[in-house]
Each structure stands twice: as C-alpha cells, then as structure tokens.
C-alpha cells in the first residue's frame, strides 16, 4: 500500500472526489482525506495499477488544483475493501485556500439549459469554480467558515454535496434559487426596486445609466461602453478624466473591438479571468472617451454567472471599472459608491476578502503583468532559499504586502496608493488575515528607505528587528527571486521614483547586486526636479527645469505660462524647493512634455504612455539613437535633450522623436551592460521597475541584450512595478538578517 500526501492547492477544487473517482475507476481501496497539511490518500492494489494512479493523478488534475509536492511512502498492506473519503482531520501546518475561480463551462451550459435545475441561477459554481479567497473567513475552507454560512443547504443541494460523484460534492458555495443567495437591485438611496434584478439593471444600462454591480471581489461601476454621454458621466462623478476603462465584452463579439492572438484568448478564458490589454480595432462601436488617445483597451469576459446574464450579445460591451472613490481600496458594500451610482444590482452573499481584477499586457512571446490580484492571491510563491517568518510591508503606490514562513512567500492583494485612511484599514484587515488564515507570526520586518511612507511608519512601530531597503534594490531583488537567482547580476532598475541613499529620488539606476548588497554603478545624471511631487503632475514643469538645467533654449515649449517660468526659474535660481532626480519616469515625462503630448497630466504614466503610443508599436531597433555620454558612473542626458530639441525645432516627425527617445535608452543600457560585463565578468541582466511596463521598452531591451549575448531575466509573474517591491523586500531583509545572525 501507497501513502501519498499530497500538498498544494488542493482543497476548495474538487481533488478529494477525483481521487475517489481514480481510485475507484482503478479498483483501489483505501481511503482520501483532507488534512491541514494538505491531502492525504491511503491507497492498496497491484504495482502497475498505484503507478498508473499516481500518473492519473498529474495528467487529470481538476483544472483549479495546483501540487505543489508529492510525498510518496510504501507501507504493508492493511487489506481495506473499499475507497472511501473520509472526515477531514487536524494536522500540522497550514492549508493553502484557493483563489476566487472564474465559473467554468459544465456550469454555464447548466445555466444556459433551460431544462437545468440552476437555470439562469446567477450563483452557480462547483468543486472547479466558484468564490473562494472572496468568501472564506477562516480556514481549513469549509461551509460554516464562509460566507455560505448563513444559507442552508436544500435537500437537492445537500444530497449533490455530500455524493462524492457529484461534481459539487464539497463544493463550499454551493447553492440553489431554493436555498443560496439572491441577486436586488436597488436604487442610489438603497432602496429595494420592483422587478427582474437582471433585466433592471440592463434596462437602467441600456438608458445610459451608472450602475454598482457587486461581483466576486469588489463592486464594479458599469456603463454602456458604447454611450459617450455615459462615459462622460462617470467620468465626471468619478473624477477620472482621462484614464482608460476596462471593459467586460460578450466573447463572441470581442474581435469587433480589439484585435488577439489565441494565447490572449486562452488567458482571458482563464480562471484567473485576467483583463488583458490589447490592441483597440478601429474603426469601432466602442466610444471615443473610453480610452482617449490610447492604442490600447483593457478587456475581460464574464467571469461570474450573473455577469453572463448582463453582456451578451444585445449588451455586449459594458465598462467594468474598479467600484472605488478616488485613492479608496475597492468597495465591497452599495453605500460606498452612492455618490457615483444610479442604481446597484447587489446581492446577500457578502464578500468577505476584496480583490481588484487582475491585468495583464501581452508583449510578445511575453506578457507583463500589471496587477497580480483577483485570480492569483493567496496562491503562495516558492521562495528562492529558506527564510524567516518576515513581514515586507511594501512601498507607496500599487501597495502589496509580503509575509513569508520558511520556504514560501504570500503576496497580499493589490491594496491600493497609500495615503487614504480606508486604503490602510484595507492594508491591516488584510495582513491581519493572512497572519491568521496561513499561521504567520513574523520575526522580523522590512520596509523602504523612504522616512515619510505610511508603511514604514507602520513597519517601525511594530518593535521587531527592522531592515530598510533601497527601492530600486528592492525591484531587482523582486525579479531575481521570480527567476530563483541567487548569486551576483546586472540590475537595471527604471521607474518613477524611490528614495535614493543620497536621499535623492532614485529611477534611472543600473546596479550590481545580488540579495544582500548593492552598488550603484550607472544612473541618470542628477536633474532638477522643482516642487517634487507637485512637478510630477505637470511634466511641462519638468521639461522647463530640465531644459533650463543643460542650457537650451526652452523658448519652443509650449503650454507653460510666462508666470510659471518666473515661479520655477527662481526656484532653480534659489535651489528652493528643488529636488535632485535620475528618475527614467520623469525623463519621459519630460520629453512628452517638449513634444507637447501633455503638459498636464492626470493619471501616473499618463505622458510616459502617449511618447510609446506614437511610436504606434513599431521596431524601434532599427532607428538612430540620439547623442548621450557616459562618464564616471553617470549616464549623460543633456546630450539627448539638446538633440530633441533641434529635432523639434527642425519639425521632424513626432514619431519619429519617439522612436529615436526609446532607442536611446536601448542603446545607452547596453553600453552600460557592456562595461559592467567588461569590468565585472556578469553576463546574467535583471529587468525591473514601472517604465518595464512600456512595451517598447522591455521586449527591445530584452531582444537587443539577448543578441549581445547577456541573459535576461525580466518581470512575467510578478508585476514590473512597485506591487512586487514587497516582494524585493522579503529577499533581501531575510539574507541581510541572517548574515547579521552568523557574525
Ligand atoms: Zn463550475
Ligand atoms: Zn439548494
């Protein structure tokens, strides 16, 4: 006889009743449990058969279940005469919890069946979907636990449950127009309204209205995609100008408006049920305020029954963006959004843990991506070396959170920018979970050189050993740790901003490093950064600074008043106020300015992304760089500014500019790499930073290293941006920590 412990995400995703199914179709005996370790199976038979078992096991997984590790020992019979699932039983360690899962196709076919017994029911899952992460309370996962709780099981229900051939035995949501959760619709002051909850909410869309619909991680705010009135609208109330919306889209109608390869269809279709951003068609129905002045258009399909019951093919194209206020974490009650809202389709299944969608850009053979939330947490990560329990408490923006225990890490939900109160309450209630949910006491906490972030504020008051690490160490660690690299490589680190040791803003930065040490050996040279966050928002300013700073001629900039001229000259003049910066993030935002794309901006990397659009995605490899210097560590951009100025001068083509801008920063990396190579004997590059999110950028940089032989690692699992500087966090305070203890 065979014991096999089986570890991973395992519960929550039907693996006890397809064990007995295997055991069964195999005439095995023995028995399957679920244990808090994970999953135990006692199985008795011929050799060849427990092989062939074993093999099953991996080739038939239920499409959710994820092993992690199997344990496989050999015992003496104990002649047992049937299979059977039995109890579950307290054991040592902690069970994983299954991520919310999209609905799969068995229950939508039962959905659309009008003979089904589910029909149309907008609470439909099974062992292989379903809420999960978004419903548990407490674990191991189980109904009493979750927000199920309070309904109870009809006969129909109960029996499919607790029939280890049904494919809802042990299905924790499982639930019935009998017996499970109703969907209401509800007007801005939260008041029931008469009728179909569904064909209100499409007759309220189909007006032009803004409708809260509550889904599985949060609450979307939906509007016609098509109604330009609408989208200005929620615009307006939300105070969101410019920034493009995601919309969920009929899949039968998705190639009217953006054009996908068949990957893009397979992670679309995914559990996870990820908007993925892809290239807009145009001309399209879609209206023109959706994604204004962007290529590109998030887009995503229904991922829960009722949003099946809502986009179809007479609603095909609805915007689905994040329920939130301003700078709020995701909301997961009406009364959150009333001011945006005309109406809610709610329903009384609460959610208990909220998560963002996830989002994903496809680059190539590559995807990036963006936010790792719905769909991913709280799967763990394996660790690239054995740590300690350690908290990570993040950055700023695109918050995340790490705890790890010795061999695996747990990377929170996207939380939100921080600085909102809510978005904080949202941060703790999260970590307060995860502490419990996965048996997390951490020894020892990291956070950002940065003194006046929340999180380290909050990661020096927790009285526990303290590490502080540099930002961009911290996206360089993050990356390695996605690739396991353990050992010394080339960090090119280019984002928008982190906390310098010079306390300087930091963005532009070539290291060398590995987890317990940096040195910093090229960055952008030093420019002025008048007002610091308050130029960030007018890159014109930027663009001013910077100009008047390498001595051009900023007499062709246009939209900057002659009174903010005098305001930033005399602040350069007088030093006040004036911060030093090698930010890449800010260099894009700058030459967007000297293009005139937008002086202002209202949306981080609003200016970064128009300089890559008008390069309308074309090879940039080919094109001539402009001039830069290298000298003493420092990568000289004056040169490049002077050579864009003429060019804007001599009315070359904007795109061209572009073209030329990226290129550059191509070309000025490689050389770099090239002495660190030279000089250092490294050959091995990591990627990272929010500016490896411009699509241009990462796949020429990867494409132009890799063919001067250097190999590179860039961000696919974990974001590019700062929602992995957790991440960085963990590896880097845990080796530094131990190398500590061992002196
Ligand atoms: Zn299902
Ligand atoms: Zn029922």
Redesign the pocket.
């Known amino acids: 006889m065979y014991k096999l412990m089986i570890n991973g995400i395992v519960q929550g995703v039907g693996f006890r009743p397809f064990i007995y199914k295997l055991a069964v179709e195999e005439d095995l005996k023995g028995f399957v449990l679920n244990n808090t370790g994970g999953v135990e199976i006692i199985v008795e038979g011929d050799k060849s058969t427990l092989q062939r078992f074993m093999t099953r096991i991996k080739s038939e997984l239920p499409p959710a279940a994820k092993i992690e590790s199997v344990s496989v020992r050999e015992l003496p019979d104990r002649g047992y005469n049937k299979f059977e699932i039995k109890l579950s039983t307290k054991g040592n360690g902690s069970t994983l919890i299954s991520p919310d899962l999209a609905v799969c196709d068995d229950c939508i076919r039962e959905f659309s069946d009008p003979d089904d017994f589910r029909y149309h029911y907008s609470f439909i899952n099974c062992t292989n979907c379903g809420p999960r992460y978004s419903i548990i309370k407490e674990t191991p996962y189980d109904r009493p636990v979750t927000s199920m709780r309070d309904f109870n099981?009809?006969?129909?229900?109960?029996s499919e449950y607790t029939n280890p051939l049904d494919r809802r035995f042990h299905a924790q949501p499982?639930?019935?127009?009998?017996?499970?959760p109703e969907l209401q619709f509800i007007g801005k002051d939260l008041k029931s309204i008469n009728g179909d909850p569904i064909q209100n909410t499409i007759d309220a869309l189909k007006q032009g209205k803004i409708v809260g619909i509550k889904g599985i991680g949060g609450f979307h705010l939906a509007c016609d995609a098509t109604n330009f009135e609408a989208i200005a609208e929620m615009r307006r109330r939300k105070n969101r100008p410019d920034k493009p919306f995601a919309i969920m889209a009929n899949e039968s109608n998705l190639a009217e408006i953006v054009e996908f390869a068949k990957t893009d269809l397979v992670l679309l279709r995914s559990t996870i049920a990820p908007i993925v951003i892809l290239p807009k068609r145009s001309p399209s129905i879609l209206a023109t305020n959706l994604a204004p002045f962007n290529p590109n258009i998030g887009v995503f399909l229904p991922y829960a029954p009722h949003h099946y019951q809502i986009v179809d093919e007479k609603l095909p194209f609805l915007i689905m963006t994040s329920g939130n206020l301003q700078d709020e974490p995701i909301a997961k009650d009406a009364f959150e959004l009333q001011q945006i809202c005309d109406f809610f389709l709610t329903h009384n299944r609460p959610i208990l843990n909220r998560s963002d969608d996830s989002i994903i850009l496809p680059t190539g053979k590559f995807n990036v991506l963006l936010r790792r939330s719905r769909g991913y947490v709280p799967t763990p990560i394996q660790a690239p070396f054995p740590l300690i329990p350690t908290l990570a408490c993040g950055a700023e923006l695109k918050l995340t959170f790490a705890l790890s225990n010795n061999k695996e890490y747990f990377l929170s939900p996207y939380i939100g920018n921080s600085g909102s109160k809510a978005t904080m309450d949202f941060y703790e209630e999260t970590l307060q979970k995860y502490k419990r949910w996965f048996n997390l006491d951490p020894e020892l906490v990291v956070c950002d050189l940065q003194p006046d972030f929340t999180t380290t504020k909050l990661a020096e008051a927790m009285k526990l050993p303290l590490v502080k690490v540099q930002h961009h160490h911290a996206h360089t660690a993050a990356i390695m740790a996605e690739h396991g690299l353990d050992e010394k490589v080339i960090g090119i680190s280019y984002d928008g901003t982190g906390f310098g040791t010079d306390k300087a803003i930091w963005g532009g930065e070539i290291l060398i490093a590995n987890y317990e040490n940096f040195e910093r050996i090229y960055h952008l040279e030093y420019m002025p950064l008048p007002g610091g966050d308050a130029s960030i928002k007018h890159p014109i300013r930027i663009a001013y600074a910077y100009l008047r700073s390498a001595g051009i001629d900023t007499s062709f900039l246009t939209g900057i008043p002659s009174w903010e001229q005098k305001v930033i000259s005399k602040q350069l003049v007088n030093n006040f106020n004036v911060f030093q910066t090698s930010s890449m993030g800010r260099l894009f935002d700058c030459v967007a300015a000297m293009l005139d794309l937008y002086p202002n901006i209202t949306f981080e990397a609003q200016s970064a992304m128009a300089l890559e659009f008008l390069c309308e995605n074309e090879d940039v490899l080919q094109i001539e760089p402009f001039s830069f210097h290298i000298k003493s560590g420092l990568i000289g951009i004056k040169p490049l500014l002077r050579d864009i100025a003429e060019a804007i001068k001599n009315k070359a083509e904007q795109k061209i500019i572009a073209k030329r801008f990226h290129r550059t920063i191509l070309e000025f990396t490689l050389v770099t790499a090239q002495r660190l190579r030279r000089d250092n004997n490294l050959n091995k590059i990591v990627l990272s930073g929010g500016v490896m999110q411009n699509k241009l950028i990462v796949s020429g940089l990867a494409e132009l290293l890799v063919k001067n032989d250097f190999e590179v690692y860039r961000p696919q699992k974990l974001p590019a941006n700062d929602g992995s500087i957790s991440v960085g966090q963990l590896m880097i305070a845990n080796r530094i920590n131990k190398n500590k203890m061992e002196k």
Do not use: F, L, S, W
């Open positions: 099981m009809c006969n129909k229900c109960r499982i639930a019935c127009q009998e017996c499970g």
